[in-house]
């Protein structure tokens, strides 16, 4: 039997919100919503409540240290991209004030082309993971529909 998960979707109310979204796309790649979802507490333990200041300064024993957690998806370019991205969301925060005025940047842009920005701009973001992110933080997308056993 096939249930539908739907990500919930929810405005974050602060930056770091934003970035645990973001970070949680990141994790979806190649796994279905569920899996990941089940982890998720683990993952934001490891993660530091995915504070981007703390983990843009990760060094190579922090994420080593994350990599031999059983607490998260244990995928080093995923982990290592998380911490990427996360130096280049504290960039656009500095940039454009807060991570939603840089959203309002593109908000007017086509949906395709929302998605293409935000791909672009973050490692190991796909089309699929821009459009969970869109999806899960209220922007105007298509329904985030995955169909899992």
């Not at 979806?28 to 504070?51: C, T």
């Not at 925060?93 to 840089?102: A, R």
């Not at 935000?118 to 821009?130: C, D, E, I, R």
Request: aromatic share 16%; hydrophobic share 40%.
């Amino acid at each position: 039997m096939y249930q539908k998960v739907v990500p919930p979707q929810k405005k974050p109310k602060m930056d770091k919100g934003y970035f645990e979204i973001l970070s949680k796309a990141v994790f979806n790649a190649g796994f279905s919503y569920r899996v990941v979802d089940a982890k998720w507490e683990g993952i934001k333990e490891v993660f530091y409540d995915f504070d981007p200041f703390t983990i843009s300064k990760w060094t190579v024993d922090e994420v080593s240290f994350a990599l031999n957690s059983p607490k998260i998806i244990r995928n080093p370019k995923k982990v290592n991209a998380i911490v990427s991205n996360a130096k280049i969301f504290l960039e656009l925060v500095e940039k454009y004030g807060s991570f939603e005025k840089y959203l309002k940047t593109f908000r007017e842009e086509p949906y395709e082309e929302r998605q293409k920005i935000l791909s672009n701009q973050f490692k190991w973001m796909g089309p699929t993971g821009a459009h969970f992110f869109l999806w899960s933080v209220g922007e105007n997308a298509p329904p985030c529909e995955q169909v899992i056993k």
